[in-house]
């Protein structure tokens, strides 16, 4: 994730270890984007944080639209974005009930 951000122009740094009550953040400086992460968090945690941040600079870097909720919206990119729902249902076509530990598996 850290790797699709970078090479995509976003500057990623790691907040430092006093910060351990935020996740993470992201700002824009003139052109550039910034997200900033909390190491201190589990690499999954890390990946979706990072997810939800890449989801915040295009939708809200001018502001946001009355009425919306930045983090529902920034959450929901996130989620979509790590698993895309055609991705995940063509994993589990052949399955009745999928279980819990199966995408854990093919994680």
Do not use: Y
């Not at 909390?38 to 009425?67: F, I």
């Not at 983090?71 to 929901?76: H, N, R």
């Not at 530990?101 to 093919?106: A, L, R, S, Y």
């Amino acid at each position: 994730m850290i790797r699709l951000l970078e090479a995509n122009g976003v500057r990623v740094f790691s907040l430092a270890e006093q910060c351990r009550r935020v996740d993470v953040f992201s700002l824009w400086q003139g052109d550039q984007p910034f997200v900033f992460l909390n190491t201190m968090k589990s690499g999954e945690h890390s990946r979706m944080h990072a997810a939800h941040e890449l989801g915040h600079l295009p939708m809200h870097r001018h502001g946001v639209p009355p009425g919306r909720d930045v983090e529902s919206d920034a959450k929901e990119f996130g989620g979509v974005f790590m698993m895309p729902e055609d991705s995940v249902r063509a994993n589990f076509r052949r399955q009745a009930s999928p279980t819990l530990q199966q995408p854990v598996e093919i994680k």
